[in-house]
């Protein structure tokens, strides 16, 4: 299987103890950020801003879905609260009957245990085959149209990479940042679980759809060709 369900708990983003069963270990790769003067700057971030005529960002995020030919989806704990597994499972399932290539990306904390969001997406009967774990699906996201972020902050928080003392410093993220555009179905802009700012949010290819994010799916949904 693609997926595997150990953890990687940084010292200073929790102080859990890890476990030998599916144990992973991922070297904690620096290479997205580089500091500056304080100043956060990505790399590999492609400058692919939505269509200008499209001013409303559901008409946006839609033109990107329906354009796209790869496309990666990753659920965090507001996909969790928003019961949001359901619609999500029924959208990579439609789009892939449009020939695109759909892939989960799962983070091994994303939710509030390891694990999470497989058994919620096994409860939307997703094939398992199209779950990925961060070190198999992060390289891929460079060449990737879209990355459907579902709920998730932290896990894809590129300040994480920064050398400092914030909760989340060291945690391998999933590199959504590095997708052709960004679609970011969360409640709000707000941090996650730890507190830390996301630069994500202020991309130019990313399309904020913010709310709540089973109704945001919902609606993408009802309106893909």
Known sequence: KNVFLGKIFPPKYSEEPETDQGQTHVSQESEDVIVSEDVIVLDKVIDEKPDEKLQDPFDQALEALTSAKSIIIIPGYGMALAKAQFDLVTMANKLEQQEKTVKFAIHPVAGRMPGHMNVLLAEAEIDYDKLYDLVVINPEFSSTDVALIVGACDVVNPAANVADNSPI????????????????????????????????????????????????????LENLP
Request: hydrophobic share 40%.
């Open 169 to 220: 410093s060291g945690m391998p993220i999933l590199k959504a940042h590095q997708a052709r555009r960004i679609i970011i179905c969360n409640l709000d802009t707000q941090p996650g679980y730890s507190g830390v700012e996301n630069p994500l949010y202020q991309q130019p290819n990313v399309i904020l759809l913010l709310g709540n994010a089973k109704e945001s799916l919902a609606k993408l």
